[in-house]
């Protein structure tokens, strides 16, 4: 049974940079095709993709926020980690982690999400 | 980058089927995969592959895609189906992810 949940402050100042832990069971994350991908969603708004963390530690960053981010993973501790810099509250939002299978491109489990508040 | 554009709303009433609609350029050479998104909690893939049910997803749902438009078809609607459905494609041209802007459906 695959699961993840992610882990990481509630609350950030504007300008802070925010780390952002996911950490998951049940798939390796050497897995061929097998990839760990942020989403978030704005109070009231639409899911938006952030950030995909491949097997082989290739990386894709959404194109209006890669200025901003890192992402990395720990295959030995079963964690992928992102980062992102100089937060703004626009950035208010949860943030979901999920499993990318290796048969397509799509997100098939997810965690519970958590909420990141960006406000002095 | 690709776009994809939903209804914002599709109200249906116990029973019936409800269509939900997600446009985009020649959509139907991508593949279409759609989540259900109950309030307060995580979203959950319901199609992948324009048509496919992970397991466990009541074959009530069933999805297609040609052209621009992919459909997710709900039949024999439930008040538990209410919910935003958001589609997703990947842009294999950036290797980007792309939802829509979801579809709230409501349960008359």
């Known amino acids: 049974q695959i699961t993840l949940k992610e882990s990481g402050p509630t609350l950030v100042k504007p300008t802070q940079t925010l780390t952002l832990t996911c950490t998951f069971s049940?798939?390796?994350?050497?897995?061929?095709?097998?990839?760990v991908g942020w989403i978030r969603q704005p109070p009231g708004k639409a899911l938006e993709w952030v950030a995909l963390i491949y097997w082989n530690d290739d990386k894709r960053y959404s194109p209006s926020l890669k200025s901003r981010l890192t992402i990395t993973k720990d295959t030995s501790k079963n964690q992928v980690v992102i980062t992102m810099t100089n937060m703004d509250p626009v950035d208010t939002a949860t943030y979901f982690c999920?499993?990318?299978?290796?048969?397509?491109?799509?997100?098939?489990?997810w965690g519970q999400g958590t909420l990141v508040t960006v406000s002095s | 980058s690709y776009v994809v554009t939903h209804p914002p709303s599709v109200s249906v009433a116990p029973g019936k089927t409800a269509r939900i609609t997600c446009g985009g350029n020649?959509?139907?050479?991508?593949?279409v995969h759609w989540y259900q998104q109950r309030p307060g909690q995580a979203p959950v893939l319901v199609i992948y592959?324009?048509?496919d049910r992970p397991s466990g997803i009541p074959e009530r749902f069933s999805g297609s895609n040609s052209g621009n438009t992919a459909t997710l078809t709900i039949s024999r609607v439930e008040a538990g189906d209410e919910a935003d459905y958001y589609c997703?494609?990947?842009?294999?041209?950036?290797?980007?992810?792309?939802f829509g802007g979801g579809t709230k459906l409501t349960v008359l």
């Open positions: 997703q494609v990947w842009d294999s041209s950036s290797d980007h992810w792309v």
């Open positions: 049940g798939f390796s994350l050497s897995t061929t095709g097998v990839g």
């Open positions: 999920a499993h990318r299978p290796k048969a397509y491109d799509a997100f098939d489990i």
């Open positions: 020649d959509i139907g050479s991508k593949s």
């Open positions: 592959y324009d048509g």
